[in-house]
């Protein structure tokens, strides 16, 4: 009887400090989403690493996105992928070419300008580690689909506990691939051109290149 009571109370007592570590991680997950919608712009400079050793894949580069309401403009992987708000352009200078496509309708896709805003929602939230880097407190909080269908096992996010800005995201997936992107910089409310979110068809059409509409 013992026995069985001192289970129970090991049970209790971890769903009661679970729940708590929950509240603790949505609350830091809200002040982060808070801070990121006050500032007019951002602008990040990444790393992006992607790792599988099983399929002994190894991918490692850099990129950078300004965002600015739902809009953005990135460079990754030497493309430019631009949203204006109705139209997603992405250009190719290599090949010379750019593809034209509406707005994506799938509200699942993880677009630059939901990539801090995206853990809101379809996640379980649980604290975990918190540790030192260069002298930075980063608060790291683990994400868990709750779609269980989800190819992606887990997201850490590492979270700047005093600037509440993401630090950096390490997403596993169920095919045992990992994607690390850590933030090198994190500017706000940079002075922009009225003309950065907008694509000139026109020069490109100059430029020799071929116009995919989609």
Same mark, same amino acid.
């Given at each position: 009887?013992?026995?069985?009571?001192?289970?129970?109370?090991?049970?209790?007592? &971890?769903?009661?400090?679970? =729940?708590?570590?929950?509240?603790? =991680?949505?609350?830091?997950?809200? /002040?982060?989403?808070?801070?990121?919608?006050?500032?007019?712009?951002?602008?990040?400079?990444?790393?992006?690493?992607?790792?599988?050793?099983?399929?002994?894949?190894?991918?490692?580069?850099?990129?950078?996105?300004?965002?600015?309401? /739902?809009?953005?403009?990135?460079?990754?992987?030497?493309?430019?992928?631009?949203? *204006?708000?109705?139209?997603?352009?992405?250009?190719?200078?290599?090949?010379?070419?750019?593809? @034209?496509?509406?707005? &994506?309708?799938?509200?699942?896709?993880?677009?630059? =300008?939901?990539?801090?805003?995206?853990?809101?929602?379809?996640?379980? !939230?649980?604290? *975990? @580690?918190?540790?030192?880097?260069?002298?930075?407190?980063?608060?790291?909080?683990?994400?868990?689909?709750?779609?269980?269908? &989800?190819?992606?096992?887990? @997201?850490?996010?590492?979270?700047?506990?005093?600037?509440?800005?993401?630090?950096?995201?390490?997403?596993?997936?169920?095919?045992?691939? $990992? $994607?690390?992107?850590?933030?090198?910089?994190?500017?706000? /409310?940079?002075?922009?051109?009225?003309?950065?979110? $907008?694509?000139?068809?026109?020069?490109?059409?100059?430029?020799? !290149?071929?116009?995919?509409?989609?």
């Amino acid at each position: 009887m013992k026995k069985i009571f001192l289970v129970l109370t090991l049970v209790l007592v &971890s769903n009661v400090t679970f =729940a708590q570590n929950s509240e603790k =991680a949505k609350a830091l997950l809200e /002040d982060v989403y808070a801070k990121v919608k006050s500032y007019d712009n951002i602008y990040i400079d990444f790393k992006y690493v992607l790792n599988n050793a099983e399929a002994g894949i190894n991918q490692e580069t850099r990129g950078d996105v300004t965002l600015q309401g /739902d809009k953005y403009i990135g460079n990754f992987f030497g493309t430019t992928l631009l949203y *204006d708000g109705s139209k997603v352009y992405t250009i190719i200078p290599e090949n010379e070419e750019v593809t @034209i496509e509406d707005k &994506s309708n799938d509200e699942n896709a993880l677009t630059p =300008a939901k990539m801090l805003t995206f853990y809101r929602e379809g996640h379980n !939230y649980e604290m *975990d @580690i918190l540790q030192n880097v260069n002298g930075r407190k980063i608060q790291y909080v683990k994400l868990t689909p709750i779609d269980t269908n &989800s190819e992606i096992k887990t @997201i850490l996010l590492g979270i700047d506990a005093e600037t509440k800005h993401i630090y950096k995201l390490i997403e596993t997936g169920e095919n045992g691939t $990992t $994607t690390t992107i850590t933030v090198n910089s994190f500017k706000t /409310d940079q002075p922009l051109s009225k003309t950065l979110f $907008t694509f000139d068809e026109a020069k490109y059409k100059n430029d020799g !290149y071929y116009i995919v509409r989609n």
